[in-house]
């Protein structure tokens, strides 16, 4: 299964009980694809862009789910179907595994300081002076 998110904007003739209801609808066309709904966030009220503003504000919704790739073009189509969602968009996002391996096999290297050699000692000014003088040729 893939991680994604999705963000909806519902109807404003929705009443509060009814978006709270609207929301349990969507997790459950989720799940009938067999889907696992993992965060559902509180819907913020927004205001439409102009060309909607005749409806005033509106419901955003936002939940993250894990699904199977090719079941989300069958919730999309599900989604298009229901006549209170105005828009709406499915974002995969990036699974964590990954960052781990990559942060377990940063952690266990060593790092270099300032481009020397473990074992070597300081430099002094004089070699650094001496060196300079041997590539300019004085």
């Keep these: 299964m893939k991680n994604y998110e999705l963000t909806y904007l519902i109807s404003p003739d929705l009443s509060e009980e009814e978006t709270k209801q609207f929301q349990e609808k969507v997790n ?3 799940q009938t694809e067999g889907g696992q709904v993992s965060e559902v966030n509180l819907p913020i009220k927004k205001g439409l862009s102009s060309a909607k503003k005749d409806r005033g504000e509106t419901y955003l919704i936002s939940l993250s789910f ?3 790739p090719e079941k989300v073009t069958l919730l999309e189509k599900k989604l298009k179907k229901e006549g209170d969602i105005l828009r709406y968009l499915i ?3 990036p699974s964590a595994k990954p960052a781990i391996a990559f942060r377990k096999r940063v952690s266990g ?3 270099a300081i300032s481009g020397k050699k473990s074992g070597e000692g300081k ?4 070699e650094i002076d ?3 003088k041997e590539i ?3």
Excluded: A, D, M, Y
């Design 28 to 30: 459950s066309l989720i």
């Design 66 to 68: 894990q699904l199977n």
């Design 91 to 93: 974002l995969s996002k």
């Design 109 to 111: 290297r060593k790092p």
């Design 123 to 126: 430099v002094e000014l004089k």
């Design 130 to 132: 001496e060196k300079l």
């Design 136 to 138: 300019i040729g004085e």
